[in-house]
């Protein structure tokens, strides 16, 4: 069993950066780690993963190129660095981990979740 905490969120401008940790219990480098994101009325999507190792990393095309997926497995934390933020960008991010053999993108796929932490962004 994995534990997982969120935290970083916050209420930001457009335009601002945060960086979401998301700390675990257990030995993180037996996962591949997932960010996901949830607005009210929405279902949750997909934002980054990371494989175990930190070699493979996958973003949704709405993040590409503004948020990074990092993992330091000695201090068993994943994290999102989010860039130039964006008013779309506000929700719930939820970290989640995966116990599968290759680095996925459905939440149905992730075995552990976070509580989630609210990020928002004005406009």
């Known amino acids: 069993q994995v534990q997982l905490v969120e935290s970083g969120g916050g209420l930001v401008q457009a335009g601002d950066s945060l960086r979401l940790s998301c700390a675990t219990s257990?030995?993180?480098?037996?996962?591949?780690m997932g960010w996901f994101r949830q607005a009210p009325g929405t279902e949750r999507a997909f934002v980054a993963a990371?494989?175990?190792?930190?070699?493979?990393?996958l973003y949704a095309d709405s993040v590409k190129g503004r948020f990074t997926i990092s993992r330091d497995n000695a201090k068993n934390t994943a994290y999102l660095q989010m860039n130039s933020l964006k008013p779309e960008d506000t929700g719930v991010y939820f970290c989640?981990?995966?116990?599968?053999?290759?680095?996925?993108?459905?939440?149905?796929?992730?075995?552990?979740w976070g509580q989630g932490t609210q990020v928002t962004v004005s406009s």
């Open positions: 990371i494989s175990w190792s930190g070699a493979a990393t």
């Open positions: 989640a981990a995966d116990a599968g053999i290759t680095v996925r993108l459905s939440p149905n796929e992730f075995d552990y």
């Open positions: 257990g030995r993180i480098r037996m996962y591949h």
